[in-house]
């Protein structure tokens, strides 16, 4: 089952967060091969974390939750709270398949939340800038409660309309990079 997970940091968090970091990529090398995406997102000077975003395959919503509440920057009271769903990986690859590659370009993960949208939807035009696309949904997988991207894209506002068609009920938009150790 592929998980969606957005831990978002708390105001006044960053000296923690960096303190932590070897200890949060150590933890995330533990689930190298269940990883779909991951990647840190900022506010909008592009160098303040707001958040991390993981994107994983775990055989279970109790192997999820442990997941994202073991994980050493939520531990340690660097996240403000966290969003944990179900998720569908409908363009079958993971971030590192991409192929816009690993660096170019401006990234954002987008968030369609709230008021079910209609019947889920095929991945929107311009799917080669898609670099992870899917519903997010309820535990059980039945119920579609939003839709989460990330996407490359010119601007914000570009990254936003890949969701406007969707019936959200409000979509965010957050500056996103590739996550994970720089080899």
């Given amino acids: 089952m ?4 957005y831990h978002r940091d ?5 000296p923690l967060r960096q303190e932590l970091l070897e ?5 995330m090398d533990r689930y190298a091969r269940e990883m779909i995406a991951r990647g840190p997102t900022f506010a909008a000077d592009g160098t303040t974390p ?7 395959d775990l055989p279970d919503p109790a192997a999820a939750r442990a997941f994202a509440l073991d994980e050493p920057n939520y531990q340690a009271g660097v ?3 966290v969003l944990l769903r179900r998720w569908r990986n409908l363009l079958g690859r993971t971030m590192w398949d991409f192929p816009g590659g690993r660096t170019g370009g401006n990234r954002y993960l987008v968030l369609g939340l709230g008021a079910e949208p209609a019947a889920e939807a ?17 535990d059980d997988g039945t119920a579609r409660l939003g839709t989460a991207a990330l996407v490359r894209a010119p ?10 068609a969707d019936g959200h009920a409000a979509v965010e938009v957050h500056d996103w990079e590739f996550g994970g150790r720089r080899t």
Avoid: M, Q
């Fill in 2 to 5: 592929e998980f969606f997970c």
């Fill in 10 to 14: 708390r105001p006044g968090s960053l």
């Fill in 23 to 27: 200890e949060h990529w150590s933890y």
């Fill in 50 to 56: 707001t958040g991390s975003v993981h994107v994983v």
């Fill in 79 to 81: 996240y403000r709270d």
């Fill in 122 to 138: 095929a991945p929107p035009a311009g799917r080669d800038e898609l670099i992870a696309y899917g519903p997010l949904l309820s």
């Fill in 155 to 164: 601007d914000r506002d570009a990254a936003r309309a890949v969701l406007a």
